[in-house]
Antibody, heavy 117, light 110 residues
């Protein structure tokens, strides 16, 4: 079965760092880009950026460039989304999704990140 | 990059057809045939329903169809069923971001 499995929910304080993960299985991980998508509470989907796991080349949305870092370790079929200094406004559900041609065909189950003092 | 414009809500009765619009610009929806649609039930991850404007992935009901005219793409659901009640999002490749989502549309089945 083709799937993306994300790491569990996180509760952090403002200023802390965080890395969440997305592990692919059931397909060739290096053959498809992985994107990260944010969904703030009660709001819509926002594309954050993507990575080519074969060479770790990345694209970021201008809205998220410089605020997060996307990386991947192809040896363990895992992509990452990380923050160096969280803010309360980073509280959201974060999804990873696989690109198949020009759409996001497989989605992870989501990782809820709560940032609160 | 601004989100694509979708109506906040649409509704229909079981058996009816509804259409959700997704309006962008010549830099996204109008410039590329890379529009996709996603269904999201509460508390669940989004699910791909339509890709490349009008193609359905395997397993998606043929009650779902997509089209595009100029800078506006549309998702039509025919024979509305209770299980179709969900949020729907469009997405498009853009010349800048390079991907953008619509603001989302809540579909209510009356």
């Amino acid at each position: 079965e083709v799937q993306l499995v994300q790491s569990g929910a996180e509760v952090k304080k403002p200023g802390e760092s965080l890395r969440i993960s997305c592990k692919g299985s059931g397909y060739s991980f290096t053959s498809y880009w992985i994107s990260w998508v944010r969904q703030m509470p009660g709001k819509g989907l926002e594309w954050m950026g993507r990575i080519d796991p074969s060479d770790s080349y990345t694209n970021y949305s201008p809205s998220f460039q410089g605020h997060v870092t996307i990386s991947a370790d192809k040896s363990i079929s895992t992509a990452y989304l990380q923050w160096s200094s969280l803010k309360a406004s980073d509280t959201a559900m974060y999804y990873c999704a696989r690109h198949n041609d020009d759409a996001f065909d497989i989605w992870g189950q989501g990782t809820m990140v709560t940032v609160s003092s | 990059q601004s989100a694509l414009t979708q109506p906040a809500s649409v509704s229909g009765s079981p058996g009816q057809s509804i259409t959700i619009s997704c309006t962008g610009t010549s830099s996204d929806v109008g410039g590329y045939n890379y529009v996709s649609w996603y269904q999201q039930h509460p508390g669940k991850a989004p699910k791909l329903m339509i890709y490349d404007v009008s193609n359905r992935p395997s397993g998606v009901s043929n009650r779902f169809s997509g089209s595009k005219s100029g800078n506006t793409a549309s998702l039509t659901i025919s024979g509305l069923q209770a299980e179709d009640e969900a949020d729907y999002y469009c997405s498009s490749y853009t010349s800048s971001s390079p991907w953008v989502f619509g603001g989302g549309t809540k579909l209510t089945v009356l």
